[in-house]
């Protein structure tokens, strides 16, 4: 049997510059799911996305996956596309599994926790106060640095990792230190600072986007004291959930936020198209 993708609609010219195009997954000309391909709306149309892969349940476990995602690869290398990348979710488990055996690799994954409806309380000895606009500056600073670096460790080229840098945290701080709903705090102990905490107030959720212990404070437990911080404030501003991402690799922090109680929602994947 040979299975193929048959357009279902021309080539899209989309308004924030991206390209895209529907696709029937078919064997022998029987349509058997759906695939939506397109290129990123941040990196350009050097990187190709999957959108969207669907095979019917009749014909699941036989491969028409896999064939279709190879298919969608060569698709994106005529587009001119060096990288093709995927969201993939954390349940079913197959869809990891299908994109680890084709060469994706976890770049981050989201993680989620339910909360309760009482904020829980810092250790003895710990507070959270504001950051001041003296801080912020530096902080921010610092902020894009990391994460431009995060990306560049994990296959994207500088100039696009620094420019998606400068382009997220303008889009999410268009007012720096004052930008409504987002809150940026520091935590003390004995009156020494030792951390610093993003926390942004969504419309059903919190989202945690940046949360750091100092250097010379790691290994106390603090960046635990930050995340139940993060919890408190969301409860306090009316949120039943409080999310973040984690880069892949970034091993101690994914013990603690699985310790904490949340569970992974999604991975970001991505691979090379040599």
């Known amino acids: 049997m040979t299975t193929t993708l048959r357009p279902t609609e021309p080539l899209q010219h989309n308004a924030d510059g991206t390209r895209s195009r529907r696709y029937q997954v078919c064997v022998n000309s ?11 709306p941040v990196f350009g149309d050097a990187v190709a996305r999957i959108m969207k892969l669907r095979i ?14 190879l298919a969608a690869e060569e698709v994106a290398r005529g587009w001119g596309c060096r990288r093709i990348e995927a969201t993939v979710p954390a349940d079913p488990e197959a869809a990891l599994r299908l994109a680890t055996a084709l060469g ?3 770049r981050n994954r989201n993680m989620a926790k339910a909360l309760g409806g009482t904020p829980p309380a810092l250790p003895a000895g710990t507070r959270a106060r504001p950051m001041t606009e003296d801080e912020f500056g530096p902080w921010l ?9 995060n990306w560049m460790e ?13 382009r997220d945290h303008a889009a999410l701080l268009p007012d720096g230190p004052s930008t409504p709903d987002m809150l ?28 750091e212990t100092d250097p010379g404070h790691r290994g106390r437990g603090h960046g635990r004291s930050l995340l ?18 984690v880069f892949a690799g970034n091993t101690p922090a994914e013990r603690l936020y699985e310790s904490l109680g949340y569970e992974t929602t999604r991975y970001a994947m991505y691979k090379p198209l040599l």
């Open 154 to 166: 994990r296959g994207v080229p500088e100039a696009e990792a620094r420019a998606k840098s400068e």
């Open 104 to 106: 994706y690799v976890v």
């Open 184 to 211: 940026f705090s520091v935590l003390e102990h004995e009156g020494t600072a030792v951390g610093t905490l993003w926390l942004a107030l969504r419309r059903d959720h919190a989202f945690v986007f940046d949360v």
């Open 228 to 245: 139940l911080l993060a919890e408190a404030q969301a409860i306090e501003g009316g949120k039943p959930a409080v999310e973040l991402n």
């Open 56 to 69: 019917e349940e009749p014909d699941r476990r036989r491969g028409r996956g896999t064939v279709a995602a």
């Open 141 to 149: 600073a610092k902020g894009r640095e990391d994460y431009a670096r």
């Open 30 to 40: 029987r349509p058997v799911g759906a695939i939506h391909l397109g290129t990123h």
